[in-house]
């Protein structure tokens, strides 16, 4: 696995080198969007002077060219990107989502049905880079931003509804069954060499950065932001993606902050997520985790030199979670978390205010409902390292489940320590295969029962 990773990390610096920092990729080749139309007063809909610069671009420039957001705050429904193209975010620069939903298209997606098309999307391009001006991480200098309270208010996501939907959503309503999924962010399907960097991606309707059906993939530099009391708010979640290097980004979201994800195209056709690294991550809110779509499967994971939580409050109900469906094929093989510093991890008062914090929650029957007709098989957990962890509390370690039909396989957890619990046991931990279990210098002290219990 850490063979595959080192190959990954060549291959994504030669895609990084051919798609520039984040300075303006083509001389020559800008298309300033306000000299296409767009007003940066923050209250016009920009959303067709937008398009008219991204496709005049790209017809003028098709083997190159940049797309620049200058200073000022922009109001856009969806967006549409194109091949070899940067769309690039200058300092001081915005673009901000209409409420308006006649702006963004239904369109299908593998998994989820109908959904409202992201704020920025692209489908079945190659070589796109999103860009900005941040200077470090968190940074604000260059921001995108879905404007998502109303879409929260109406599809009430939130476990505890927050006082300002009376200001968005005074009537209280919500939206009827049926109705799309909310938009996206950020939303590139099937492309190739895409490279997100340096921006602030915030406020998302639904999940915020989703790369998904794509192949060499960098986010870099990332600040990406939303309440911690509103759920459905994904930082970022590759879904049925190859080759993706993930770096120095800061993730404050009021969900998974990054969400390993895949899933089948049928129910005979798997659309694996492989080949994943992540390093100096700090996810401040919510947690790291795999699933719970799970069913493409996930392979070649390396999770290292990040933190989780904070040091000196909590932030996060719980740090690691491994969410598969019981019912649905989908292998998690050769997964890897190194040199982890993890915070305080405990109660949440604006989501989960009785849930005790937990370090670790690793099991395979989330939702544990069963699939439609003709599905069959059950997911598959082997070679998963848990290595050099640090934890400064948790209200419990958490819980290790395999099944019984599906024992989880070459599982190692060497030198972790919680340095603060209120409770001294795991939860449980079983369904484990012993013959290849390595567990050295653990505390709290974890045992382990076997296949037949």
Same mark, same amino acid.
């Given at each position: !696995? ?5 190959? $990954? ?174 938009? *996206?962010?950020? &939303? ?8 997100? &960097? ?62 390993? *994800? ?13 080949n994943i690294t992540m390093r100096r991550m700090n996810i401040l809110s919510r947690n790291w985790c795999v699933g719970s779509g799970t069913s493409g499967g996930i392979y070649d994971i390396l999770l290292e030199d990040s933190q989780i939580g904070a040091s ?45 914090g937990s370090f670790l929650l690793l099991g395979l029957e989330y939702g544990n409902n069963k699939p439609p007709p003709g599905y069959h098989g059950h997911p598959i957990m082997r070679n998963v390292t848990f290595e050099d962890i640090t934890v400064v509390s948790? !209200? ?8 019984? &039909? ?12 919680? $340095? ?34």
């Amino acid at each position: !696995g850490i063979f595959k990773m080192s190959k $990954l990390l060549l291959l994504l610096s030669v895609v990084s080198s051919t798609t520039g920092h984040n300075g303006l990729a083509g001389v020559g080749n800008v298309c300033n969007i306000k000299d296409y139309g767009a007003v940066a007063d923050n209250s016009t809909s920009n959303t067709k002077a937008i398009q008219k610069a991204i496709d005049t671009c790209h017809n003028t420039h098709p083997m190159g060219s940049t797309v620049l957001v200058p200073e000022g705050s922009f109001q856009t429904g969806s967006l549409l990107l194109r091949s070899n193209m940067q769309l690039h975010i200058a300092s001081g620069g915005g673009l901000y989502g209409v409420t308006n939903q006649s702006e963004y298209p239904v369109v299908w997606s593998f998994g989820e049905g109908n959904t409202w098309r992201a704020l920025v999307s692209a489908y079945n391009e190659t070589n796109i880079s999103i860009t900005g001006e941040n200077v470090g991480v968190p940074a604000n200098n260059s921001i995108i931003d879905g404007v998502g309270w109303l879409w929260w208010c109406l599809a009430d996501s939130m476990p505890i509804r927050q006082p300002w939907c009376k200001q968005f959503d005074p009537s209280g309503s919500t939206f009827p069954k049926g109705t799309p999924l909310r938009p *996206k962010l950020v &939303e590139l399907t099937n492309c190739t060499n895409l490279r997100l &960097e340096g921006f602030t991606a915030q406020n998302s309707a639904f999940w915020t950065l989703h790369p998904t059906l794509s192949k060499n993939v960098i986010i870099r530099n990332m600040t990406v932001l939303s309440p911690r009391a509103v759920g459905n708010t994904d930082g970022i979640d590759p879904d049925s993606c190859e080759n993706v290097l993930m770096e120095d980004c800061h993730v404050d979201v009021g969900d998974d902050g990054i969400s390993i *994800k895949s899933f089948n195209i049928s129910k005979d056709l798997q659309a694996p997520t492989r080949n994943i690294t992540m390093r100096r991550m700090n996810i401040l809110s919510r947690n790291w985790c795999v699933g719970s779509g799970t069913s493409g499967g996930i392979y070649d994971i390396l999770l290292e030199d990040s933190q989780i939580g904070a040091s000196g409050k909590v932030t996060s109900p719980w740090a690691i979670k491994f969410k598969s469906h019981r019912y649905y094929p989908g292998p998690m093989i050769n997964i890897t978390l190194r040199r982890l510093a993890i915070g305080k991890i405990g109660p949440t008062p604006w989501m989960y205010p009785t849930t005790p914090g937990s370090f670790l929650l690793l099991g395979l029957e989330y939702g544990n409902n069963k699939p439609p007709p003709g599905y069959h098989g059950h997911p598959i957990m082997r070679n998963v390292t848990f290595e050099d962890i640090t934890v400064v509390s948790a !209200g419990s370690p958490g819980s290790i489940a395999g099944l019984p &039909e599906s024992c989880l396989e070459h599982m190692t957890f060497k030198n972790i320590s919680i $340095l603060n619990t209120t409770q001294d046991n795991w939860d449980n931990c079983h369904y484990v295969d012993p013959t290849t279990l390595t567990i050295s210098n653990v505390h709290p002290q974890l045992k382990c029962s076997g296949c037949g219990h």
